[in-house]
């Protein structure tokens, strides 16, 4: 029984915890505790799973209508709340009274109707309030409490005055009232009262207005960090008329213009920006999307600018202004065809020019104090640059002239600008009339682009002097034989190196020498195999190292035991890895590396056909153990086959040899002339007998019979058994065999009497004569395979001493050899 309880009371309690964490779901977890988001989950409340620490709500597209200060449970750490587009038509008082810590607001999108009188009366902290397209028609409203705010963001309303409640001028951080995108077209003096007493640098934008008369002096003793007025005015004569109307205003930086995406639209005045002389900025940030048949003033009310920035325009030359305070100089694309000729801006700083069609370039001069130069992306083309084109500028350390068509260095070409320290020429194709020396005297440089300037390496000297190179890009050329080993040397502060998509097959060990702060090593695209540089002593600082895109098969074992130390990038991908068992060692490296190599999965078998890719991460090492096993099983079983082979050869090599002859040599055996009459197979402990009696009766008496005796006639070199088989045997009509003790006990006898035997019965020739010299025991006799046999069958001839009998032996045995069949 207590048991039971026990078990429905866990089941309750885990339908609470399902039900609690099912609610908690309905918003997504950013930060734990911190960050959370309800975005369009349909939701009518807030949940309260949430906890109270949190501090960031994103409760966007839901429904939340009306607003009250039943809706929020206490959040006293939230922050941040964004209740963007929630159906929220109402707001009542003390609404925010549970989340009153609040430092940002968002309303954007509702369709607020009513704003309670106290609704935001809570929000102390509140810094933020944001009221985008909430259906607003004034200013008016009830911030009053808000002492803390900073940004009030009031746009795509129908606001018609920009007319601010009075205490705004008592918020003393207040800087930001943006009013983009609503309904004013008239500002009066009495609408910016609020304005001229905040008195502080104030952010303040109103484009996309339609502006048409300001009233002049209503921003006299204005001072304002930013003006937005882009796209601010009905008409270009109401511009024209709203900026003169400026007077007295001071801006800080100034946006004007259009939008980019806005038509551009004829002007019927060459001076239509002059109202801009009405009052003070300092810079100018301008999208024009006006032109004009012939010359527009653009830049005469900017004289007094600081920073100038040009971002899109129609302007097609730059007609010359006194500058006398500017410091940098922006144009972007404009219809400009010639960069313009700067010069003598005392205070110039920075220049950039980055059209997008091409120009032409003829210098700029006199410019002291130019540090930064950005002529890129203006598909120019130099000859002699490049110190003709800079003069009396000695301070530049930036040159950027990537990008563009073609630059010829001349000899000597950075003369006088040896403060430079970043150089860039990417993309643009460069003629080196000398490599020798083209970088003299850029001691301080230690940024230099070079990459894909189509420029092929011959002299060893071409970086010299730079010490200080720091970064070296040079994708994308080419080296002369050999250059490669010294081209890098002495760049010894060295640590970024880009030679990428360069052609290169081969690296020595002593190209990278001396370069000690080396750390990220580019080398992809290139044809490599071999990676044997890398443990190069003076390349221990290298972290990254990105060889991609080459031809490595495999790296050696000796590399992979000695990489940097600190290496934590290493980019092998797209290589036509060898996932064969022989490189079972370097796959492993792969598999257990994985989290330091880059792009793991791009590194591809290419053992296997081009269409499967398998990853060499996937490569099946267990295979390989099996397989070795089995070649090393086959290997064994192959030894032991050989050895028994070799053994059973060995053991009976002559029969084999016989046999060979036998099925070879049989046939062309029998046209073969006799050299011999017989061959006489005895023992050596008989030869006495057989020479003195055997050889002096046959050989000695007429008609002379010609005898073949193994200690006499047989061929020096040639093997025993093959002389035997080809001299004795096949060399001879006929075979005489001397039995007697010793040739029984001599297995040598043996065998060349079992070699004749068989050979004449092949040849179905009775042709072996047995001479018995003494008595065997039949016992013995038995041993010598067919020997007992043939003397049963065939008749055999008995030596004796006693002179008769001698006689008639001798006359049989001539009778015999002499026999033909
Ligand atoms: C400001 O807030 C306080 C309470 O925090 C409230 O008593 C007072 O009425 C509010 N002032 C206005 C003008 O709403
Ligand atoms: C903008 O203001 C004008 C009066 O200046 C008014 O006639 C017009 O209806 C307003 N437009 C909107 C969208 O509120
Ligand atoms: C505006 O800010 C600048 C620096 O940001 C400061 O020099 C200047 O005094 C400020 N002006 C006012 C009115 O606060
Ligand atoms: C530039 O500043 C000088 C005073 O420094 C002033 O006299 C002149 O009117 C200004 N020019 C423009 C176009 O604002
Ligand atoms: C040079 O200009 C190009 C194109 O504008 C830019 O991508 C590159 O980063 C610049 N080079 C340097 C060193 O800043
Ligand atoms: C190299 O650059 C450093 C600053 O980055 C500078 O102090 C040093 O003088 C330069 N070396 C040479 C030889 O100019
Ligand atoms: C490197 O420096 C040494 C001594 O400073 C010099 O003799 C050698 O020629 C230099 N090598 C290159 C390739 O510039
Ligand atoms: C490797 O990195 C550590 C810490 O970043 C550094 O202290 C050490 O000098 C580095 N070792 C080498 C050989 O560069």
Redesign the pocket.
């Known amino acids: 029984m207590l048991v039971l309880q026990k078990e429905s009371m866990f089941l309750l309690g885990s339908i609470l915890i399902l039900l609690h964490t099912g609610h908690g779901q309905e918003c997504i977890k950013i930060i734990k505790d911190m960050d959370y988001s309800c975005a369009g989950r349909k939701l009518t409340h807030i949940p309260s799973s949430l906890p109270i620490t949190v501090r960031t709500l994103d409760f966007s597209f839901n429904f939340l209508n009306p607003l009250d200060n039943s809706v929020f449970p206490l959040l006293v750490n939230l922050q941040v709340l964004d209740l963007t587009r929630c159906h929220i038509h109402y707001i009542d008082d003390d609404t925010f009274y549970n989340v009153k810590n609040l430092t940002t607001l968002i309303l954007s999108g509702n369709p607020v109707t009513h704003f309670g009188s106290g609704c935001f009366n809570s929000l102390h902290n509140l810094q933020r309030l944001v009221l985008v397209d909430v259906g607003l028609d004034s200013l008016q409203l009830p911030l009053n409490n808000l002492t803390k705010l900073q940004e009030l963001k009031v746009g795509t309303n129908s606001i018609q005055f920009m007319t601010l409640p009075s205490f705004i001028s008592t918020f003393k951080n207040f800087t930001l009232l943006d009013l983009h995108a609503n309904n004013i077209s008239i500002i009066k003096t009495d609408h910016t009262v609020v304005l001229r007493e905040i008195g502080r640098n104030m952010t303040l934008i109103l484009s996309r207005n339609p502006l048409l008369h300001i009233e002049p002096g209503a921003f006299k003793n204005i001072y304002l960090k930013e003006l937005h007025i882009q796209a601010a005015f009905v008409s270009l004569n109401a511009q024209k008329g709203c900026l003169q109307a400026l007077t007295g205003l001071t801006v800080d930086k100034l946006f004007i213009g259009n939008y980019r995406m806005v038509m551009r639209m004829k002007v019927s005045n060459a001076d239509y920006l002059d109202g801009l002389c009405s009052f003070n900025f300092n810079e100018v940030y301008f999208v024009q999307k006006e032109w004009y048949d012939s010359e527009m003033h653009v830049f005469r009310c900017m004289v007094n600018a600081t920073k100038i920035t040009v971002k899109r325009g129609y302007i097609k030359s730059m007609e010359y202004i006194p500058f006398h305070r500017l410091k940098e100089l922006y144009l972007g694309p404009t219809l400009l065809s010639v960069i313009p000729f700067i010069s003598k801006i005392p205070s110039l700083e920075k220049l950039m020019v980055n059209n997008k069609l091409p120009m032409t370039f003829h210098g700029i001069s006199d410019l002291p104090l130019l540090r930064h130069v950005d002529l890129s992306g203006n598909t120019l083309i130099l000859m002699g640059c490049c110190s003709s084109f800079f003069i009396g500028t000695p301070n530049i350390r930036y040159l950027n002239l990537s990008r563009n068509s073609e630059i010829g260095l001349d000899t000597m070409p950075f003369f006088g600008l040896y403060l430079l320290e970043v150089l860039d020429f990417h993309h643009t194709k460069l003629f080196l009339t000398f490599h020798y020396g083209i970088f003299k005297g850029l001691k301080n440089l230690y940024y230099l682009d070079i990459s894909y300037t189509s420029v092929t390496f011959t002299s060893y000297m071409t970086f010299q002097d730079l010490s200080n190179l720091t970064v070296l890009k040079m994708a994308g050329n080419y080296f002369s034989r050999d250059t490669l080993c010294s081209l890098l040397q002495n760049l010894t502060s060295l640590e970024v190196l880009d030679i990428s998509h360069c052609g290169i097959d081969e690296i020595s060990m002593i190209s990278f020498k001396g370069m000690q702060k080396l750390q990220h090593l580019y080398l992809s695209q290139n044809m490599l195999m071999v990676l044997d540089f890398l443990v190069q002593p003076d390349l221990?600082?290298l972290t990254s190292v990105y060889v991609d895109k080459n031809s490595i098969t495999s790296i050696s074992p000796n590399v992979l035991q000695n990489l940097?130390?600190?290496l934590s990038v290493f980019d092998l991908s797209s290589n036509p890895i060898d996932c064969s068992c022989s490189q079972i060692d370097f796959i492993l490296w792969i598999i257990e590396n994985q989290k330091f190599l880059k792009e793991p999965d791009n590194i591809i078998c290419k053992t296997f056909s081009p269409s499967s890719d398998l990853r060499a991460t996937d490569f099946d090492i267990d295979s390989c153990v099996h397989n070795k096993r089995l070649t090393v099983g086959l290997v064994i079983c192959l030894l032991i086959v050989v050895f028994v082979i070799s053994l059973i050869v060995y053991r009976f090599q002559f029969h084999l040899r016989y046999c060979c002859i036998l099925l070879s040599g049989y046939r062309s055996a029998r046209q073969q002339e006799c050299s011999y009459d017989a061959f006489v197979i005895f023992s050596s402990y008989d030869e006495v007998w057989v020479m003195t009696e055997l050889v002096e009766n046959l050989e000695n008496s007429f008609p002379p019979i010609q005898l073949c005796l193994h200690m006499r006639d047989f061929e020096a070199g040639k093997s025993i058994a093959a002389n035997i088989i080809e001299e004795g045997i096949m060399g001879s009509r006929k075979v005489i065999v001397v039995v007697s003790q010793h040739f029984i006990d001599s297995t040598w006898c043996r065998f060349e009497f079992e070699m004749a035997q068989s050979w004449f019965i092949m040849e179905r020739n009775a042709n072996i004569i047995i001479i018995i010299l003494e008595d065997v025991q039949e016992k013995k006799m038995k041993k010598v395979i067919g020997l007992h046999k043939h003397l049963k069958k065939n008749t055999y001839l008995k030596w004796s001493r006693d002179p008769l009998s001698s006689m008639r032996f001798w006359i049989r045995l001539r009778k015999a050899i002499i026999a033909t069949k």
Request: hydrophobic share 20%; no cysteine; charged share 20%.
């Open positions: 221990k600082q940097p130390i600190n």
